[in-house]
């Protein structure tokens, strides 16, 4: 088991870091470039660094599940390759965004509407067929207390719906400086590495998907570290939300997300947060305010934070991603005697 987990990180990474290479060449050449918001205004000389680069790992996690990942699909285990292609849907639709922002050359792309549901579709397709095949029960698993909690199964769906979109979206709002979406996802696709192997043989196909995304994403790092040659664009960032939350549910361990998931957490609070102090006082005081000085969060702290330290990409880059590793750890802690070999 440990050798098909360390072979499907290194043929993910090689695939990755060698295709990119030639990929972020063709990228250029296509004028694919991402465009920035004008509120953030000092990662304008980033316009036109080409975007859509999750493609990288997102091949790379496909070449694994179907060439590593192949003996177990010959023995009936196909665990990986439907948690392969709930995140593949959700890559679709980010790629759907990203191809309507290079169309319209600005930042928006697929109406909130219109990403809301497909992702809510896609939601729930994959809980439904996941419960039909026995990989997901309507009961709720409590890490660190080892207890299970039983819920309705009406229930259920709607509380595997919200997470889900919750997870993608949260991914999505993370990628906002270079290497920060992939650098806090590594931490938490290694935690679903050291869980296969805490926990034996019956979870070797999920590790496998889990280890290739950690190697594929530290290839993609090689091009998306600061300064950046390539953004994965919502293209890689929804696919990496769906990819952890497909993870949870189908170790079905799905409220380990609030510690592993901490930072992608704490990022969206930071949003809703903003927008909603901003709406309420501006009812009352007939103008808005804000709580931080642009969300979500790591805008906040590049502009000053309250201590008016500004943070360079590099140092947040190491700070989410520390956050994120020691979270990941204390989940393990949380988790690992569930399935005691």
Sequence with gaps: MTIKLITAFVLAFLFSSAFGKYYVLWLVKQKAGQQIKTEVDWHQQKAGTPTMGGVMFILGA??????????????????????????????????????????????????????????????????????????????????????????????????????????????????????????????VFLFFVAVSMAWGRRFQELGIFASAMVGGLCGFLIYNFNPARCFMGDTGSLFLGGAIAALAFAYDMPLILITLGLVFIVETLSDIIQVSYFKITRRIYGQGRRVFRMAPLHHHLEMGGWSNKKWKEKELFCLFTGISLAMAIISFIGVYQRYPR
Aim: charged share 15%.
């Design 62 to 187: 496909i070449l694994v599940c179907l060439t590593v990942g192949f003996d177990g699909m010959l023995h009936g285990r196909f665990e990986h390759i439907f948690v392969l292609l709930f995140a593949c849907v959700f890559g679709i639709i980010g790629m759907l965004d990203d191809w309507e922002k290079l169309k319209k050359k600005e930042n928006t792309g697929l109406s909130s509407r219109s990403k809301f549901l497909l992702q809510l579709a896609a939601a729930l397709v994959f809980i439904l067929i996941m419960r039909q095949l026995g990989f997901v029960r309507p009961n709720l698993y409590v890490p660190f207390s080892q207890r299970t909690v039983y819920m309705p199964e009406w229930m259920y769906f709607v509380f595997a719906a919200f997470v889900i979109v919750g997870t993608v979206n949260a991914v999505n709002i993370t990628d906002g400086v270079d290497g920060l979406a992939s650098g806090t996802s590594l931490p």
